[in-house]
């Protein structure tokens, strides 16, 4: 079965630096790609997603690149701010029957003031 | 639309006894999975349901079941309870496989 590995496990930034958290996943049949934000005590937000037939999506302050090849792919934050500290995971699924997420581990990233 | 709602929020149980949490989709999702996240497990999958069949199921013991209703809302039991059961259970919907998930509050189960 799929499995997602997740780097690093914390990760602290200066308040408008550039956060980056990578993903690894092993079944290549996996073709969609979210990544989540969890505020402490609230739920898993999407935040953004990636196909397999792309290599990156941005939005604002946030883009995803993929590797099919090797077979990884990696948020970006960039002028990070205090309110983007929270876990983040990402998460690989198969998509072709059935929804079967397999989530990473997940990151604590924490933006210093 | 209404989110992914979840009830109850939070339950205390004894080991033994057995529980069912409920999940209402975001209207119009057919699709919904079950996760139990733990401070040491992190995210793991249970089962997904679409249109009252399920399609996936993680790997958890026989003691965690699912099902799903002809309105798309789902419930999840779990019998005997166990310590190591304590959890957070999210639930989350999406319109079909492979596309966007959204989680509800999720059920903090505490067991005693």
């Known amino acids: 079965g799929e499995n997602v590995e997740q780097h690093p496990s914390t990760l602290s930034v200066q308040e408008g630096d550039s956060a980056v958290i990578k993903c690894t996943y092993s079944?290549?049949?996996?073709?969609?790609f979210p990544w989540y934000k969890q505020e402490l005590g609230k739920r898993p937000q999407l935040i953004i997603d990636i196909r397999s037939n792309v290599g990156e999506k941005k939005d604002q302050r946030i883009a995803v690149t993929l590797n099919k090849t090797a077979k990884h792919f990696s948020l970006h934050i960039t002028e990070t701010q205090p309110e983007d500290s929270a876990v983040y995971f990402c998460a690989a699924s198969e998509g072709n029957y059935g929804q079967n997420f397999v989530f990473g581990p997940g990151t604590r990233l924490s933006v210093l003031p | 639309k209404a989110g992914v709602t979840q009830t109850p929020r939070y339950l205390i149980k004894t080991r033994g006894q057995q529980v069912t949490l409920s999940c209402s989709p975001i209207?119009?999702?057919?699709?919904v999975s079950w996760y139990q996240q733990t401070p040491g497990q992190g995210l793991q999958f249970l089962f997904e349901?679409?249109?009252?069949?399920?399609?996936n199921k993680g790997n958890f013991p026989g003691r965690f079941s699912g099902r799903q209703f002809s309105n798309s809302r789902s419930e999840m039991n779990v019998s005997t309870l166990e310590l190591g059961d304590s959890a957070l259970y999210l639930c989350?919907?999406?319109?079909?496989?492979?596309?966007?998930?959204?989680f509800g509050p999720g059920t903090r189960l505490t067991v005693t």
């Open positions: 989350a919907s999406s319109l079909d496989v492979g596309i966007e998930q959204y």
């Open positions: 079944d290549s049949a996996s073709n969609y």
């Open positions: 209207s119009g999702h057919r699709s």
């Open positions: 349901y679409f249109s009252e069949t399920q399609r």
